[in-house]
């Protein structure tokens, strides 16, 4: 069975503060891993999707990076805008059907 | 409009009413699917449609009943509900059903008397 974990559950930074967020996951054999952001009365932002290990994506402050067993989401000198519950799901070769999510990292950026 | 769109936003329902959720994607995709997401829980995906066919029930109690009459719409139709379906559900679509990522509406935030 596929699972996600991420952690920590909740992180509270200063505005400048850089820190990461992790998410390990077990599947049979990845197709892909997504990052998502979700502010609280929204659905799921897309944010990254990556396929193989050792492969990063960038966008603005964010970075996301794939091993193996995990990713990490690299926030560098955040902004208070940057608040919100970021989630992870993965999704395994031969069920393209099914993303199977993370419980999220509620991330608190403190001006 | 772009991307996708749900309607209406809040329902606040008695167990024994019937109502339905719709979702309208605007992205020209293929697939489209029904998530309940539950405070402090993962997001749950109940049903997959690719190309209007139904390709995925994640054993949905039958109280929940999805319509998918073109690859634009989909809707849930609701009835007989339990206090704990309250929940906010959630539509996505995707380009197919081969990896791409999926792209999420802002939901329906749904409470049961």
């Known amino acids: 069975e596929d699972q996600v974990t991420q952690s920590p559950e909740a992180l509270r930074l200063q505005e400048g503060e850089s820190s990461s967020l992790n998410c390990s996951y077990t599947?049979?054999?990845?197709?892909?891993l997504f990052w998502y952001r979700q502010d609280p009365g929204k659905g799921p932002e897309f944010l990254f999707t990556?396929?193989?290990a050792g492969e990063e994506k960038e966008k603005e402050r964010l970075k996301a990076t794939l091993t193996k067993k995990e990713s990490f989401l690299h926030i560098t000198a955040p902004k208070p805008e940057d608040s919100a519950t970021y989630l992870c799901?993965?999704?395994?070769?031969?069920?393209?059907?099914?993303?199977?999510f993370g419980s999220g990292t509620q991330l608190t950026v403190l001006p | 409009e772009t991307g996708v769109t749900q309607t209406p936003r809040h329902l606040v329902m008695g167990m024994t009413n019937k109502k339905s959720l719709k979702c309208e994607q605007h992205?020209?995709?293929?697939?489209m699917y029904w998530y309940k997401q539950s405070a402090k829980k993962p997001l749950e995906l109940m049903f997959v449609?690719?190309?209007?066919?139904?390709?995925e029930n994640n054993s949905v109690p039958s109280r929940f009943s999805p319509e998918c009459p073109n690859s634009s719409h989909l809707f849930l139709h609701l009835h007989t509900l339990q206090p704990e379906d309250s929940a906010l559900y959630l539509c996505?679509?995707?380009?197919?059903?081969?990896?791409?990522?999926?792209?999420f509406g802002d939901g329906t935030r749904l409470s049961i008397l």
């Open positions: 449609y690719s190309l209007e066919e139904r390709v």
């Open positions: 990556l396929y193989s």
């Open positions: 599947v049979s054999g990845l197709r892909g």
């Open positions: 996505a679509s995707s380009q197919d059903l081969r990896g791409e990522p999926q792209h």
């Open positions: 992205l020209g995709h293929n697939a």
């Open positions: 799901a993965v999704q395994a070769i031969g069920s393209a059907r099914q993303l199977t």
